[in-house]
């Protein structure tokens, strides 16, 4: 009897999250009209928040270097490296490239920390002297991050309409043919992408990611609390999550650019991806606290997708359950149907999960197909649904990032690079 129940109610969450899935499908398919206003020469600013990254900067300050933009800066915010990362920052360019040191105690306190640190350097540099605030766009890049070249041109548009506070680009694997595990994270980053950050450009609840997010200054100037030093990030695990929710509540627009991406290297060992995840759980799980804000100050069906969207750790907590809980009512029926005499499995076994597990595969399928057109329809299928499988890391990290938030542990995991 437990057994059913545990079944029963895992199938309901999966049944409900389904059906508001398939509505975010839907919307993500509808184009929107955008608003513009006059066109302003604008000042881009790209921060790299550094920490032991030599092995991957120094390809990614040549992408940005080589943007045909115009008026463009990069800080590389340097956390405390012991490595060769500041040199590889010097040698860069000082006419494109500025670097910012930090040093120990003040140092690796996590990512939103220092961001922090470089908006206040730019500000007391002069760097930014003489320019609107509005006309100031910061884009925080990880250091692996491979910037499209087009991005500046894809993305400016988007802040002619004055009420746009931040825009958040595509992102991808660039390593994604080094195997399935490395495939499987850049299907996973188009289809959050194309799907669900598309549809909330409607709704209006679009967030941010951790790379490739460019922001108004003056957006990040609202999130200020009078009296109190540090800066538009917070000190939580998903520092990015955080600051996409917090402009929503001020008022602003965060919109989704499908027409340019940031590159990043996918993790190709399964621990160290589980360790990634599970940090970015412990960053959901932190976000509970926003829900106040949310109820407070976001408009309805905004925040009723930003309320979903917070709960998806509990949702994946309790979808985890699933398989146990299909294996104990398997168990059961095998049990009765040796007590009955006869079989009491029927093909709806088969049938059932397979609708509710791989329904959504198709639709990831044909997304993804539409960004990779070298694997073929059939092909893009039949990974998405091995990503059904891939999935269930999460249930991993969930459980471990559980953990970790219980024990009190709050120390970044940063991803090793390769």
Same mark, same amino acid.
Request: hydrophobic share 40%; with cysteine.
């Given at each position: 009897m437990t057994g059913e129940v545990l079944l029963g109610s895992a199938i309901a969450?999966?049944?409900?999250?389904?059906?508001?899935?398939?509505? !975010?499908?839907?919307?993500?398919?509808?184009?929107?009209?955008?608003?513009?206003?006059?066109?302003?020469?604008?000042?881009?600013?790209?921060?790299? $928040?550094?920490?032991?990254?030599?092995?991957?900067l120094a390809e990614s300050l040549a992408r940005i270097t080589a943007l045909p933009a115009g008026?463009?800066? &990069? !800080?590389?915010? =340097? =956390? $405390?490296?012991?490595?060769?990362?500041? =040199?590889?920052?010097?040698? $860069?360019?000082?006419?494109?490239?500025?670097?910012?040191?930090?040093t120990l105690?003040?140092?690796?306190?996590?990512?939103? %920390? $220092?961001?922090? %640190?470089?908006?206040?350097?730019?500000?007391?540099?002069?760097?930014?002297d003489g320019y609107d605030p509005h006309d100031v766009i910061i884009c925080v890049v990880d250091a692996d991050g491979r910037l499209d070249e087009h991005v500046v041109q894809s993305v400016d548009p988007f802040f002619d309409n004055p009420r746009v506070g931040a825009t958040q680009i595509g992102v991808r694997m660039?390593?994604?043919?080094?195997?399935?595990? &490395?495939?499987?994270?850049?299907?996973?980053?188009?289809?959050?992408?194309?799907?669900?950050?598309?549809?909330?450009?409607?709704?209006?609840?679009v967030g941010m990611g951790g790379n490739g997010q460019f922001m108004r200054l003056a957006a990040l100037d609202s999130l200020a609390v009078p009296?109190?030093?540090?800066?538009p990030w917070s000190d939580s695990l998903?520092?990015? !999550?955080? !600051?996409?929710?917090?402009l929503i509540a001020r008022g602003w627009t965060n919109q989704h650019c499908t027409a340019a991406a940031v590159s990043q290297q996918a993790v190709l060992d399964v621990r160290r991806l589980v360790r990634q995840r599970s940090r970015w759980f412990q960053g959901h799980l932190q976000s509970a606290g926003l829900v106040p804000l949310i109820l407070r100050s976001v408009p309805t069906r905004a925040a009723v997708d930003l309320l979903y969207h917070l709960s998806s750790p509990v949702l994946i907590l309790l979808t985890s359950l699933l398989p146990l809980s299909f294996l104990v009512a398997v168990a059961g029926t095998v049990i009765g149907s040796v007590q009955a005499g006869r079989p009491l499995i029927t093909p709806m076994w088969v049938i059932g999960p397979y609708v509710l597990?791989?329904?959504? &595969?198709?639709?990831?399928?044909?997304?993804?197909?539409?960004?990779?057109?070298?694997?073929?329809?059939?092909?893009?299928?039949?990974?998405?649904h091995v990503f059904v499988f891939y999935g269930y890391i999460w249930f991993a990290a969930g459980w471990w990032g559980l953990w970790r938030m219980l024990t009190g542990k709050q120390t970044w995991l940063k991803t090793a690079r390769t």
């Open positions: 969450i999966i049944v409900m999250a389904g059906c508001y899935n398939t509505t !975010l499908f839907l919307l993500s398919r509808r184009r929107i009209r955008r608003v513009r206003g006059p066109r302003q020469q604008r000042l881009y600013v790209f921060l790299l $928040a550094c920490l032991n990254e030599e092995k991957v008026n463009f800066l &990069a !800080l590389v915010i =340097d =956390d $405390a490296s012991d490595d060769g990362t500041a =040199d590889i920052a010097r040698a $860069a360019g000082p006419e494109r490239v500025r670097l910012l040191q930090r105690p003040n140092a690796r306190r996590g990512k939103g %920390a $220092a961001l922090n %640190a470089g908006i206040r350097h730019l500000r007391e540099s002069g760097l930014m660039y390593n994604r043919h080094l195997g399935l595990l &490395a495939r499987l994270q850049d299907m996973e980053f188009v289809i959050y992408g194309d799907i669900f950050q598309c549809a909330r450009r409607y709704i209006g609840s009296g109190r030093e540090g800066g998903t520092e990015d !999550l955080d !600051l996409g929710v917090r597990s791989f329904t959504a &595969a198709y639709a990831y399928g044909f997304v993804y197909r539409r960004r990779e057109r070298g694997l073929g329809l059939v092909r893009s299928i039949l990974l998405s």
